[in-house]
């Protein structure tokens, strides 16, 4: 009965997305892609979703047209925070940009400084996104509209849920971690500097270790939790991948979900994708090898056919295992075969990238960087595409790859375990597999599952038989977002 009156007009619910970025108008990963599609999917099972983002300068020159639609006073601020109502670009989602220019109005990575270091006031900023989605949510402001549910994500909106959890009358809240690792840790002196009142400063509130864990707010005071895929959800209750959190997490399991991403067809799609050479399909998959050729052309591999290209995006991080590939690249030169590696993050790996790069010329093409035309040029081109993660809490670059008849190779974490279906005897009989899964986090883990894609590439019936299961899995939103429907009644019944 519920979801028959909840995909009716009848109970239409009304949602407000607080996140810290979505593309377009500000992406540094998966976050971005999740938080620029999943308002969407929702819209097109008749929720009413709305998004707030900080009007970071960016964002602002890529909204273009927006109106000031709202003025508010948010406690300790000598000025008034000012909403700008634009859509989110491509989509009729209503997105607001909370305006405090000391805070956002300024160039480059929402979080780093131009030296790759958290900006200073990171804690001030994301604060600051709380209390105006809180006081959003609770119609402080000239605008009408009052969400039903609150859906935060990730640290940066961990604060939402907390000054909510204090009011009478408020929304339900859904905080979704799509990174336990991060965690928004700052000192005793900036819990004071927010303001924040003296009884969250316990264990069992926001202090962590002697430390404010923005991340906490968002796990304990939220009425459900949920992660981006089943088995992440799982993990994070252990201590290996806890960070530190699994106890809590443990206590909350009853209101924690795994919900596996979706992606957006409408921009990973190699049948009309904008950024690719030749558009191709799973019924016509011959004109891949023309983008193979593009993309060697333009990363200065050898235009070499009979060699599979594995690429590799990612930010360059310790979670990516980029290390891994880093440790066998040597071991891997042996092989016939190519690697395209576009990433950017922590300086040693971009060095030691750059320094290989040279070394195997021709071979091993790196472009450091954030480059959304060459990611898409990537998923095309490649043959595999590599993932050695220490942890993925859902993963979206293998999702990509499957739809581009690009073969994953990935470590059996989180939502890389999910979403691959390894190349065993029996699931390429069944027509089952679409990649190659390894479970140890190691180099020669790394290097016998590299071997394993390379024989089954030259046995090409069977590689055709992994390309054609992998482009016909179906990952768009339309299940998950109904999970998130779903999700929603049930914070509603709770709040
Ligand atoms: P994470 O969110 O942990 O970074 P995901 O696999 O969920 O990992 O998503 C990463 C997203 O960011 C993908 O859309 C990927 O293509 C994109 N991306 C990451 N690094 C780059 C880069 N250097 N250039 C272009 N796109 C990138
Ligand atoms: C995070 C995770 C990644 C996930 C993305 C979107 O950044 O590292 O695994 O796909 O969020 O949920």
Same mark, same amino acid.
């Given at each position: 009965?519920?979801?028959?009156?909840?995909?009716?007009?009848?109970?239409v619910?009304?949602?407000?997305?607080?996140?810290?970025?979505?593309?377009?108008?500000?992406?540094?990963?998966?976050?971005?892609?999740?938080?620029?599609?999943?308002?969407?999917?929702?819209?097109s099972?008749?929720?009413?979703?709305?998004?707030?983002?900080?009007?970071?300068?960016?964002?602002?020159?890529?909204?273009?047209?927006?109106?000031?639609?709202?003025?508010?006073?948010?406690?300790?601020l000598?000025?008034?925070?000012?909403?700008?109502?634009?859509?989110?670009p491509?989509?009729?989602?209503?997105?607001w940009?909370?305006?405090?220019?000391?805070?956002?109005?300024?160039?480059?990575?929402?979080?780093?400084?131009?030296?790759?270091?958290?900006?200073?006031?990171?804690a001030?900023?994301?604060?600051?996104?709380?209390?105006?989605?809180?006081?959003l949510?609770?119609?402080?402001?000239?605008?009408?509209?009052?969400?039903?549910?609150?859906?935060?994500?990730?640290?940066?909106?961990?604060?939402?849920?907390?000054?909510?959890?204090?009011?009478?009358?408020?929304?339900?809240?859904?905080?979704?971690?799509?990174?336990?690792?991060y965690?928004?840790?700052?000192?005793y002196?900036?819990?004071?500097?927010?303001g924040l009142?003296?009884?969250?400063?316990?264990?069992?509130?926001?202090?962590?270790?002697?430390? !404010? #864990?923005? &991340?906490?707010? =968002?796990?304990? %005071? +939220?009425?459900?939790?949920? @992660?981006?895929? *089943?088995?992440?959800?799982?993990?994070?209750?252990?201590?290996?991948?806890?960070?530190?959190?699994?106890?809590?997490?443990?206590?909350?399991?009853?209101? !924690? #979900?795994? &919900?596996?991403? =979706?992606?957006? %067809? +409408?921009?990973?799609?190699? @049948?009309?994708? *904008?950024?690719?050479?030749?558009?191709?399909?799973?019924?016509?998959?011959?004109?891949?090898?023309?983008?193979?050729?593009a993309?060697?052309?333009?990363?200065?591999?050898l235009?070499?056919?009979?060699?599979?290209?594995?690429g590799?995006?990612g930010?360059?991080?310790?979670?990516?295992?980029?290390?891994?590939?880093?440790?066998?690249?040597?071991?891997?030169?042996?092989r016939?075969?190519?690697?395209a590696?576009?990433?950017?993050?922590?300086?040693?790996?971009?060095?030691?990238?750059?320094?290989?790069?040279?070394?195997?010329?021709?071979?091993?093409?790196?472009?450091?960087?954030?480059?959304?035309?060459?990611?898409?040029?990537?998923?095309?081109g490649?043959?595999m595409?590599?993932?050695p993660?220490?942890?993925?809490?859902?993963?979206?670059?293998?999702?990509?790859?499957?739809?581009?008849?690009?073969?994953?190779?990935?470590?059996?974490?989180?939502?890389?375990?999910?979403?691959?279906?390894?190349?065993?005897?029996?699931?390429?009989?069944?027509?089952?597999?679409?990649?190659?899964?390894?479970?140890?986090?190691?180099?020669?883990?790394?290097?016998?599952?590299?071997?394993?894609?390379?024989?089954?590439?030259?046995?090409?019936?069977?590689?055709?038989?992994?390309?054609?299961?992998?482009?016909?899995?179906?990952?768009?939103?339309?299940?998950?977002?109904?999970?998130y429907?779903?999700?929603?009644?049930?914070?509603r019944?709770?709040?």
């Amino acid at each position: 009965m519920n979801d028959f009156l909840d995909f009716g007009l009848i109970n239409v619910q009304k949602i407000l997305f607080v996140a810290s970025e979505a593309h377009p108008l500000i992406k540094t990963g998966g976050l971005g892609d999740i938080v620029g599609s999943l308002p969407a999917a929702l819209k097109s099972l008749h929720a009413d979703v709305r998004l707030l983002l900080p009007a970071y300068r960016d964002a602002v020159t890529r909204a273009g047209k927006f109106k000031t639609i709202a003025a508010l006073n948010i406690p300790g601020l000598d000025s008034p925070v000012n909403i700008l109502e634009t859509n989110l670009p491509g989509t009729s989602v209503i997105t607001w940009l909370a305006d405090f220019p000391k805070a956002y109005d300024r160039p480059g990575n929402p979080y780093l400084d131009p030296h790759g270091q958290p900006w200073s006031d990171n804690a001030m900023r994301f604060g600051l996104l709380s209390h105006v989605g809180a006081a959003l949510a609770l119609g402080h402001s000239r605008i009408k509209w009052r969400p039903d549910v609150v859906h935060c994500h990730d640290w940066q909106t961990g604060l939402v849920p907390v000054l909510l959890a204090r009011e009478k009358s408020r929304p339900a809240t859904i905080f979704t971690i799509h990174n336990l690792a991060y965690q928004g840790l700052f000192p005793y002196q900036t819990f004071t500097a927010l303001g924040l009142p003296p009884d969250l400063w316990s264990p069992g509130a926001l202090e962590f270790h002697g430390q !404010l #864990s923005f &991340i906490k707010g =968002g796990l304990l %005071f +939220s009425d459900q939790l949920s @992660t981006v895929s *089943p088995t992440y959800a799982l993990e994070i209750q252990t201590p290996e991948h806890g960070c530190g959190l699994d106890g809590l997490l443990r206590v909350r399991a009853a209101h !924690l #979900s795994g &919900i596996l991403n =979706g992606i957006d %067809f +409408s921009e990973w799609n190699p @049948t009309r994708d *904008p950024f690719i050479d030749k558009h191709y399909s799973v019924r016509r998959p011959k004109n891949k090898a023309t983008n193979k050729l593009a993309l060697q052309k333009k990363l200065g591999l050898l235009p070499e056919n009979k060699m599979p290209i594995i690429g590799m995006v990612g930010r360059l991080v310790e979670q990516k295992g980029i290390d891994l590939m880093l440790d066998t690249l040597p071991a891997l030169m042996l092989r016939p075969l190519q690697l395209a590696v576009l990433g950017s993050g922590e300086t040693t790996y971009e060095e030691a990238l750059r320094q290989q790069a040279v070394r195997y010329a021709g071979r091993f093409a790196v472009h450091i960087g954030y480059d959304e035309q060459l990611a898409h040029q990537i998923e095309a081109g490649a043959d595999m595409f590599l993932m050695p993660s220490r942890f993925e809490p859902c993963g979206l670059n293998q999702l990509y790859s499957l739809r581009y008849g690009t073969i994953p190779i990935v470590r059996r974490v989180g939502g890389l375990a999910d979403t691959v279906v390894d190349a065993t005897e029996e699931n390429i009989r069944v027509g089952k597999a679409t990649g190659i899964v390894f479970q140890e986090a190691g180099a020669s883990a790394l290097l016998t599952s590299v071997d394993r894609a390379l024989a089954l590439w030259r046995d090409r019936d069977r590689w055709k038989c992994l390309m054609r299961a992998g482009m016909r899995q179906d990952f768009s939103w339309h299940r998950s977002a109904q999970d998130y429907l779903k999700l929603y009644r049930e914070a509603r019944r709770l709040g």
